[in-house]
Nanobody, 115 residues
Framework: QVQLVESGGGLVQPGGSLRLSCAASTVMFGFYDLGWYRQAPGKQRELVATITQGHTTNYGDSVKGRFTISRDNAKRTAYLQMDSLKPEDTAVYYC?????????WGQGTQVTVSA
């Protein structure tokens, strides 16, 4: 069983920045595809960004040009740099890792963008 621990969430003003981290317990981290998803109250969980083991990235339309996903395989950690934050970015953010049929989720970290 792989454990994922997210950190870095919090309260930020519109236009501000946050960096989320997701630390994984597996030594096979470098083989996994990684993703960040978010869920706002009353809404379905949606894709924020993904990065493959080959470092190919993909972003949801609402965050393109503002968010950056990255990974450090040596530290077994995924990151989500969030800039130019908007109130509509408020949500619980979840880390996800996937390899073949194995998929794991973190517990989520709250991001609130408000003046």
């Amino acid at each position: 069983q792989v454990q994922l621990v997210e950190s870095g969430g919090g309260l930020v003003q519109p236009g501000g920045s946050l960096r989320l981290s997701c630390a994984a317990s597996t030594v096979m981290f470098g083989f996994y595809d990684l993703g960040w998803y978010r869920q706002a109250p009353g809404k379905q969980r949606e894709l924020v960004a993904t990065i493959t083991q080959g470092h190919t990235t993909n972003y949801g339309d609402s965050v393109k040009g503002r968010f950056t996903i990255s990974r450090d395989n040596a530290k077994r950690t995924a990151y989500l740099q969030m800039d130019s934050l908007k109130p509509e970015d408020t949500a619980v953010y979840y880390c996800n890792i996937r390899l073949a049929t194995n998929e794991y989720w973190g517990q989520g970290t709250q991001v609130t963008v408000s003046a």
